[in-house]
């Protein structure tokens, strides 16, 4: 059994910057790909970027392409997601999740594991 443990959120200026983080615990990272979803008030989650278990290989939704780099440090069993160029509609739960594949969990799909969500908010 594997438990993810989200940090980072928080209210942030449009156009500022956060860096997440999520823990894992239990298990074997290097396993398993990671990656985050969110849900914003009235919406569906949605699938934000995955990153492989060797960190070789990205992805990204297109909303957040160029703004967000998601990155690993197996050492520490922690996934990061940096956030560049806020905007007011990236305010969302958002969720980190591990999975076997990062390929499904592009595709939202195969996930194995879901942290219980840190909030992030964007003022303008």
């Known amino acids: 059994q594997v438990r993810l443990v989200e940090s980072g959120g928080g209210l942030v200026q449009a156009g500022g910057s956060l860096r997440l983080s999520c823990t894992a615990f239990?298990?074997?990272?290097?396993?398993?790909?990671m990656g985050w979803f969110r849900q914003a008030p009235g919406k569906e989650r949605e699938f934000v970027a995955a990153i492989s278990w060797g960190g070789t290989t990205t992805y990204y939704a297109d909303f957040v392409k160029g703004r967000l780099t998601i990155s690993r440090d197996n050492s520490k069993n922690t996934v990061y997601p940096q956030m560049n160029t806020l905007k007011p509609e990236d305010t969302a739960v958002y969720y980190c999740?591990?999975?076997?594949?990062?390929?499904?969990?592009?595709?939202?799909?195969?996930?194995?594991?879901w942290g219980q969500g840190t909030q992030v908010t964007v003022s303008t």
């Open positions: 999740t591990a999975a076997t594949s990062s390929g499904d969990l592009a595709l939202s799909r195969g996930i194995d594991y």
């Open positions: 239990g298990g074997t990272f290097n396993r398993y790909a």
